[in-house]
């Protein structure tokens, strides 16, 4: 059974900083292309970061220069480092897991940004 369990999400000023976690379970890890995506109050989920199992990452613009997406192998875990959040980058953020029979999702967590 493949688990993805997220943590690490919580309230936050603007400005401040949040490490989300994933744990993978269920899953040949290093193997795997992980994700994290965040949906937004009357949004559609997109993409945040993305990191092969080569260890080549991918951003999207909004967070460039901001975000830092990392991996550990021995311990099953993708990690998302927030900096400089902003008010917009309020949502719920989804661990993703890209694997050759499918993608699987964690629950999300919650960040909130205030102003």
């Known amino acids: 059974q493949v688990r993805l369990v997220e943590s690490g999400g919580g309230l936050v000023q603007a400005g401040g900083s949040l490490r989300l976690s994933c744990a993978a379970s269920g899953i040949i890890f290093r193997l795997n292309a992980m994700g994290w995506y965040r949906r937004a109050p009357g949004k559609q989920r997109e993409l945040v970061a993305r990191?092969?199992?080569?260890?080549?990452?991918n951003y999207a613009d909004s967070v460039k220069g901001r975000f830092t997406i990392s991996r550990d192998n021995a311990k099953n875990t993708v990690y998302l480092q927030s900096n400089s959040l902003k008010p917009e980058d309020t949502a719920v953020y989804y661990c993703?897991?890209?694997?050759?029979?499918?993608?699987?999702w964690g629950q999300g967590t919650q960040v909130t940004v205030s102003s």
């Open positions: 993703n897991a890209d694997t050759v029979v499918g993608g699987y």
């Open positions: 990191i092969t199992s080569g260890g080549s990452t």
